[in-house]
């Protein structure tokens, strides 16, 4: 559905054009807080309270064009206050973690079938083990899709650093999957000779 | 190695390029059947054998980088994510690659890589089930409602205040009490000079009187010396017309001199008066027992 047609009606208050955004969207919402927060229970949380606020300030989008990176704004801003909520909280450590995420990949929730592929799951455990500075930019950059230049903006760290930042993530995040591979066994985790 | 030997090496270079005469050759031939050093020394010569052991090679090369520039993992762990990307200039990428080719930890480093750079973006999307949608529905549903019942009962209870028939005077009592807040307490300025507060409002009001005669005279001495010199002004006008456009000029620079000094004599006035202020209400509210400063 042509994205522009469906803001304009969901600024003006179709419920049915705010319901087509949030299926077209949801999947990556989900993402963005599954990845910030570490595991499906808060990243559901997380992902309404993501779309209320979308909700409450969707005037203040301007075109379609700037839609996505608005949202992946909004979205970084509501993890980061989770985040700093969950401070007072005693935080899960990278070993709780994988533990649950091997738990998940037995059941059948949509996020445990796609922990169950033993490929990302192991990326997805590189990926927590990664520095928080290096995990964002891995998900801005790698897993999002968003320009040098947004993610610079968001950062609020020069240009040169963003890339420079960005290729030692992607270098630390593929060595812990080797690692990774190394310790559970698996030959070529990744690689194919 | 002996003197035939010497002979044939020093004939190599004639044999590889085929120009010896032919007697000279069939001794050359006879020598070789003879001794095998000769016999390698050709063969290495002609390329048909390699001088290093088979992966004494690659031992080499880090030898020698050892020795010279240092290993070239740092530098390709530099450039690795662009030559994944094919970000880099062909001539860069092909001395990259040849790296790689030879480098058992580069070449692992670069496959991940170039398997990382196809998994992550299909890591974006992750279905959070059928029942997210209808959960996110009900909740932007609720805060809406929950924004319209807010705004309906504050205009339902704005429209009852202002139905009410008492209304009219309860606006105008709290209009009142408002002017009177504004602009002064009646009843603070008929209490006697006895109290500490009394005494206080009469000493702030004859600093306020003395600033006031002041700056009046400085005024009123300003406005006399500005008409003085615009007499002067007019008369030299009517004698000589040249002359005084360069007095209208010398006046308008000594005129904007002079307010310049009377700007900086009045905030020097204004800055001792309020600190006087300052003081007197200080020493006043000291007299009550309170220890306030003021800056």
């Known amino acids: 559905m042509d994205l522009a047609m469906l803001l304009v009606r969901c600024k003006t208050g179709d419920e049915l054009a705010w319901e087509a955004l949030v299926r077209q969207f949801q999947a990556r919402v989900f993402g963005i807080a599954f990845h910030y927060a570490g595991n499906a229970e808060d990243a559901r949380d997380l992902a309404q309270e993501i779309f209320i606020r979308i909700y409450k300030h969707l005037d203040l989008c301007g075109d379609e064009r700037m839609f996505v990176p608005w949202m992946i704004r909004i979205s970084r801003n509501a993890c980061i206050d989770h985040l700093r909520r969950k401070k007072a909280r005693p935080i899960p450590s990278d070993v709780a973690v994988e533990e649950m995420i091997h738990l998940q990949a037995a059941g059948p929730n949509p996020e445990e079938h796609w922990m169950a592929d033993s490929r990302k799951r192991l990326i997805h455990l590189a990926f927590r083990k990664l520095t928080a500075l290096n995990r964002e930019v891995i998900l801005l950059r790698e897993i999002l899709g968003l320009p040098l230049e947004e993610i610079a903006s968001m950062l609020e760290i020069p240009l040169g650093t963003v890339k420079s930042r960005i290729n030692r993530a992607r270098i630390e995040l593929a060595e812990r999957v080797r690692a990774l591979a190394a310790d559970a066994g698996e030959p070529a985790p990744l690689g194919r000779p | 190695m002996n003197t035939r030997c010497r002979d044939f090496e020093d004939r190599l270079d004639d044999i590889l390029a085929d120009a010896l005469p032919s007697e000279d050759l069939r001794a050359a031939g006879e020598h070789l059947a003879e001794?095998?050093?000769?016999?390698?020394?050709?063969?290495?010569?002609?390329?048909?054998?390699?001088?290093?052991?088979?992966?004494?090679?690659?031992?080499?090369?880090?030898?020698?980088?050892?020795?010279?520039?240092?290993?070239?993992?740092?530098?390709?762990?530099?450039?690795?994510?662009?030559?994944?990307?094919?970000?880099?200039?062909?001539?860069?990428?092909?001395?990259?690659?040849?790296?790689?080719?030879?480098?058992?930890?580069?070449?692992?480093?670069?496959?991940?890589?170039?398997?990382?750079?196809?998994?992550?973006?299909?890591?974006?999307?992750?279905?959070?089930?059928?029942?997210?949608?209808?959960?996110?529905?009900?909740?932007?549903?609720?805060?809406?409602?929950?924004?319209?019942?807010?705004?309906?009962?504050?205009?339902?209870?704005?429209?009852?205040?202002?139905?009410?028939?008492?209304?009219?005077?309860?606006?105008?009592?709290?209009?009142?009490?408002?002017?009177?807040?504004?602009?002064?307490?009646?009843?603070?300025?008929?209490?006697?000079?006895?109290?500490?507060?009394?005494?206080?409002?009469?000493?702030?009001?004859?600093?306020?009187?003395?600033?006031?005669?002041?700056?009046?005279?400085?005024?009123?001495?300003?406005?006399?010396?500005?008409?003085?010199?615009?007499?002067?002004?007019s008369q030299r006008v009517a004698g000589n017309p040249l002359q005084a456009r360069d007095s209208a000029s010398r006046l308008w620079q000594k005129g904007y001199q002079r307010a310049a000094d009377l700007a900086s004599l009045y905030s020097a006035h204004l800055r001792d008066w309020g600190a006087r202020v300052l003081q007197m209400l200080q020493d006043s509210l000291k007299s009550l027992g309170l220890n306030r400063t003021f800056s």
């Not at chain 2, 860069?92 to 080719?101: N, R, T």
Request: aromatic share 6%.
């Open chain 2, 35 to 233: 001794c095998r050093r000769c016999r390698q020394l050709l063969e290495v010569a002609t390329g048909k054998m390699d001088l290093l052991p088979a992966g004494d090679g690659q031992s080499l090369v880090r030898e020698i980088l050892h020795r010279t520039s240092g290993s070239g993992c740092e530098r390709v762990r530099e450039q690795i994510c662009d030559f994944v990307d094919g970000l880099l200039p062909p001539d860069g990428a092909q001395i990259l690659a040849m790296h790689i080719e030879n480098c058992g930890e580069c070449a692992k480093l670069a496959r991940i890589l170039e398997e990382l750079r196809a998994a992550l973006p299909r890591m974006a999307e992750i279905d959070p089930g059928p029942s997210f949608t209808g959960k996110v529905l009900a909740v932007t549903g609720q805060s809406e409602r929950s924004k319209h019942e807010r705004r309906a009962a504050l205009f339902g209870w704005w429209d009852a205040l202002i139905r009410r028939p008492r209304f009219a005077w309860e606006a105008a009592y709290v209009v009142a009490l408002f002017l009177v807040l504004a602009t002064g307490n009646p009843a603070l300025m008929s209490m006697t000079s006895s109290a500490p507060l009394g005494d206080v409002r009469g000493k702030t009001r004859q600093v306020w009187t003395s600033a006031t005669e002041e700056l009046t005279g400085l005024s009123t001495a300003a406005t006399s010396s500005a008409a003085e010199a615009a007499a002067r002004l």
